[in-house]
């Protein structure tokens, strides 16, 4: 199973970025898919959630309004838009897969596969 994760760069606050993981080797659409981030000495959080066949999203509160998730389950790949960035959302930022999550309380522990991460900075 492979999660590749891109899209990751420098950005001035206010800008935007569009992240992509494509996952191969496993039945995408039985899999929900989520974004996590994480910067170093700190836990890793959920930033967005999509099931199964892409009907639904969730989105951290910190993001919503801001970032969008989205699947497309004929090309194996979620995306994630980012709006509005700011220097907050400075991260490292993973792609995620399971089976089964409960939306209640997202956490690292229910996803059974993990990309590497790709960075996203905000400065100016």
């Known amino acids: 199973v492979q999660l590749q994760a891109s899209g990751g760069g420098l950005v001035q606050p206010g800008g935007s970025l569009t992240l992509s993981c494509v996952i191969s080797?496993?039945?995408?659409?039985?899999?929900?898919v989520a974004w996590f981030r994480q910067n170093q000495g700190q836990e890793r959080e959920w930033v967005a959630v999509v099931d199964r066949a892409g009907d639904a999203t969730y989105h951290h509160y910190s993001v919503k309004g801001r970032f969008k998730i989205s699947r497309d389950n004929d090309k194996n790949t979620v995306l994630l838009r980012m709006d509005t960035l700011r220097p907050e959302d400075t991260a490292v930022y993973f792609c995620a897969a399971a089976r089964v999550i409960q939306i209640e309380k997202i956490l690292p522990a229910h996803f059974d596969f993990w990309g590497h991460g790709t960075q996203v900075t905000v400065s100016s």
């Open positions: 080797g496993l039945t995408f659409s039985n899999y929900v």
